[in-house]
């Protein structure tokens, strides 16, 4: 069994939109969130103990950590491209489940900086893009919370039909490493 560690119920309904997308089955106890990211690099948040107790009765056998890179100006020692790597690496060491995890670092691949909503935006046409920033820009919305709510629901409004191209070359590496943990392979 395997289990895919994010950050919110956010990310864990991407996740199975991708999952879904490339005809992976999944259960919903292949997903933990842990209600943000100085949970998620915790190695003493409560949900470690039981997985280690999964792991240790053969029920776990691979895992993914999907964490968000952030920026750096919202949390010098927490953020960043950086400081995620060392957060989430450091996290693997202290459960002894190097072997058995693999993380992915979700962000805008361009800016290197973000959320997992960023890496989604960074997948949607610029000019789509431009006319949110307009409405953010007249509607005087500015805060951490726009790319993670309020432009994602936005895109989401208005493209219910096809919200975010999963074909997207910004999504392969997340593909690649899901496929890998849940079935098994690259």
């Known amino acids: 069994m395997v289990r895919v560690i994010c950050e919110g119920k956010a990310d864990v ?13 999944f259960k ?8 943000g990211k100085s949970f998620l690099v915790d190695s003493t948040t409560p949900t470690y103990k039981t997985l280690l107790e999964h792991i240790s009765n053969g029920f776990v056998q691979k895992i993914l950590f ?13 953020c960043g491209m950086e400081n995620t790597i060392s957060k989430i690496e450091a996290l693997q060491e ?8 693999d993380y992915y670092l979700a962000c805008d691949p361009q800016t290197q900086t973000g ?3 960023s890496l989604l935006l ?16 007249c509607s005087a ?15 989401n409004l208005t493209k219910p039909e096809k919200p975010y191209d999963f074909e997207h070359e910004n999504f392969n590496e997340l593909k690649e490493k899901l496929k890998k943990t849940i079935q098994g392979r690259r």
């Open 122 to 137: 960074s997948t949607v046409d610029k000019k789509v893009i431009q006319c949110y920033e307009n409405f953010r820009e």
């Open 28 to 35: 919903e106890h292949h997903f933990i969130f842990t209600n």
């Open 13 to 25: 309904k991407q996740i199975k939109s991708i999952l879904t997308f490339l005809k992976i089955d």
């Open 94 to 101: 202290a459960l002894k489940i190097k072997s058995m995890s």
């Open 141 to 155: 919305l500015n805060s951490k919370a726009l790319d993670k709510n309020i432009l994602t629901e936005l895109h």
């Open 66 to 78: 999907v964490v968000d890179v952030d920026n750096v100006e919202n949390d010098q020692s927490l």
């Open 115 to 117: 959320y997992f909503e």
